[in-house]
Every structure is written in structure tokens, then in C-alpha cells.
């Protein structure tokens, strides 16, 4: 009796852990709309709504993207993470040849920053023009 009692304590205790843990991940869900077509990844995405899923502090800094109408989605590392408190979610996109890429993700956990594409930078240090963007969540 006695095992059966501590073994459905550990069960509801771990169904407790697992459910404020999903809990928690759905609040780092961050949606954005992006009005043109963007490389962030190495992947070409298409303009629209994103879903960006944001990894914990505990596992490492990263993000998902995924399109809300179409599901493509791209897995990023970003190359710094500041930890500051946005006043609104956002993308930033940056032009360089013709050709847009993520460049800055601001989200409720802070301004994730990307580098940009080797193939663009090469381009745009050939001639090709710079300018930023800002895309604003809904």
C-alpha cells in the first residue's frame, strides 16, 4: 500500500512539473507579421504572420520561426542576445542587394541580433545598396 501511494505521488508530482513547464514555454510565444519576403536562416520565407518560439535562459538562447499560413518554418541561432525589456515586438529586416534578411528579432525576452548572409555582405560590399527596415508585431 505504501508503494502504491508513493509511486502515485511521484506520477502526479512529475504530471505537475510537466504541465507548469508547458505552461511556461507557451508564454515565450511571440507573434509578428512581416509585410515582404525575407531570408533569416539561409531559408528564403515568404511574407506573412510568424509565430517565434523562444528558447529558455536554462537551454541556450534560440528561436524558431513559423508561418502561421503556410508552416515553413527555420531554426535560428542568433550571434548576441540582449536582455533589456522592449517596448514592442518586432523584426527587423535589412536590404542589401535586392534582397531582405532578418536582422534583429525584439521579443518579451529581449533583442535577439543576427548576422547577416556571407553571400549578401559580399554583394553589398560590391556595390550593391543598404537600408533597414522595421517590421512591427499585431
Known sequence: MKKFLLSTFVMVAGLFA????????????VTIHV??????GGKALSAGTYKV???????????????????ASVFLLPTTHDETFPRQ????????????YLSEVVTD???YTFSSPRALTQTATNGGSRQNGNVESN
Open 109 to 111: 525576452l529581449g533583442v
Open 89 to 100: 515586438f518586432q523584426a527587423k529586416l535589412t536590404r542589401a542587394a535586392n534582397v531582405y
Open 35 to 40: 509585410n515582404q519576403d525575407f531570408i533569416a
Open 53 to 71: 518560439y523562444q528558447g529558455s535562459p536554462e537551454t541556450g538562447q534560440w528561436l524558431i520561426l513559423r508561418n502561421k499560413e503556410t508552416g
Open 18 to 29: 510537466l504541465a507548469s513547464g508547458a505552461r511556461a514555454e507557451s508564454n515565450s510565444v
